[in-house]
């Protein structure tokens, strides 16, 4: 049974002092993640995670990351501006963005952070448009085809489409850009690449490192060149389902120490850094949505609506993602009712859950959308003119406070020009 990272009494608490809809994170939650992060890889002595600011860009959020000693994956100008507002800068930043505007790498080469080339055509590019080139480079690689993993012993497979994916370079294209940025003067290489998302295995991180390891291997030999650090991006899953079976971190940095004892260190590449990227493992359990339902209504299917919709949460419309959901004072009484949980946007995708047993619910009732902390605030939008919420931190030592107020109508007005 999944519960919440609150209790009943709090979670009212804090509903009579803020209006619902609105975003909860768990501060004591993501240091204890973090904590077994780093127990996993401490065998790694150049180990660090670069949390993905896209999974919760708030500085409230970033300012424990950095607290943690994280740096920061940014992807865009905007995200690049936010950790450099908070502090971070240089290598306590990696830059993994595609399709990159000239600004973004301008900002980057400013700010002289680690770049992840996503394409060798990015290369000149960034001299062009951004100037001469660091001293450590990253390139991300694509590897192509179709990645699986197998069904593991709790019957879940890993499968993704690599071959399908807009990232990356070719295995060519890694060694061509390697020789040119080696030709213009670069002395270290960094090596990234994520292959598949949200995986529940913890064969995922370690193969995925036999992979990167064994290029690193062929480009250390063939090139010369000195390999500073793997990138395993993110990819790493939580089990947004009651019956998933959580990842077990240590497992997948004992995994990840066993394919670098076999293919780095026997090459004589015992300096290598490990890097993670990961967003959705470090903050996504410990958010949650919270909505209070308005209408209940009866047709040819039974619907809560709530006051939360998927301007607030995008995933369960946009890729049908299962997020579970609790009613506040109800979590052991049967689910003897089938709902659709709904928001109010115009458009009949806009449902946090579809056919979802939960007990009677009555209006007025508050609902936990669980496992919303990362990948949830941030895919936000204004369809219908629809606000977003604010966000609340519920701190280590219990208070609460407002980390992101509530839009308004005058927010949503801000960018338009009116006529006279
Ligand atoms: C989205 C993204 C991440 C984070 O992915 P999670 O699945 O949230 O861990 C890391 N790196 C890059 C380049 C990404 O695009």
């Known amino acids: 049974m999944k519960k919440p990272f609150v209790s009943d009494e709090k979670i009212r608490e804090i509903a009579s002092q803020y209006p619902t809809p609105f975003y909860l994170y768990d501060e004591q939650g993501i240091r204890n993640t973090d904590a077994l992060v780093k127990q996993a890889f401490a065998w790694n002595p150049g180990y660090r995670e670069y949390f993905a600011v896209k999974a919760t860009p708030n500085p409230y959020i970033l300012k424990i990351m950095q607290d943690l000693g994280n740096g920061l994956d940014c992807s865009s100008y905007t995200e690049l501006l936010m950790a450099k507002r908070l502090g971070f800068s240089g290598h306590d930043i990696m830059f993994s963005s595609n399709d990159t505007p000239a600004q973004d790498f301008a900002l980057a080469k400013e700010m002289n952070v680690l770049v992840n080339f996503d394409d060798i055509g990015h290369i000149a590019f960034f001299e062009k448009r951004a100037g001469s080139l660091p001293e450590t480079v990253c390139c991300r690689y694509n590897q192509g085809g179709v990645f699986t993993l197998g069904k593991s012993k709790e019957g879940f497979q890993v499968m993704d489409t690599p071959g399908e994916s807009k990232f990356g370079m070719t295995r060519e294209q890694i060694f061509s850009s390697f020789q040119i940025l080696q030709k213009k ?179 007025g009732d508050l609902l936990i959308i669980h496992d919303t902390g990362a990948h949830g605030f941030s895919m936000g939008y204004n369809y219908n003119g629809r606000l977003r919420s604010a966000e609340l931190l519920l701190k280590k030592d219990g208070s609460v406070i407002e980390i992101r107020r509530a839009e308004t109508p005058e927010d949503y007005f801000a960018t338009l020009r009116w006529p006279k």
């Open 185 to 363: 003067g670069v002395k270290h290489f960094g090596l990234h690449a994520f292959l598949a998302s949200n995986t529940l295995s913890n064969d995922y991180y370690p193969s995925l490192a036999r992979i990167i390891f064994q290029l690193a291997v062929d480009l250390h030999r063939q090139l010369g060149v000195h390999i500073a650090f793997v990138n395993l991006s993110g990819g790493v899953g939580i089990p947004y389902r009651p019956e998933d079976k959580e990842n077990d971190i240590l497992a997948i940095g004992a995994g990840v120490k066993k394919a670098y004892e076999e293919i780095l260190v026997p090459a004589g590449m015992k300096d290598v850094a490990i890097f993670t990227e990961m967003g959705r493992y470090m903050t996504g359990p410990h958010g949650c949505l919270v909505t209070r339902v308005l209408h209940k209504k009866k047709t040819y299917r039974e619907y809560l609506g709530v006051d939360a919709n998927s301007c607030n949460l995008m995933r369960p419309a946009m890729y049908g993602a299962y997020h579970h959901i609790t009613v506040v004072g109800k979590e052991n009484e049967p689910c003897t009712h089938v709902y659709d949980v709904t928001g109010n946007l115009c458009e009949n995708n806009d449902k946090l859950a579809v056919q979802r047993k939960l007990p009677e619910t009555d209006v």
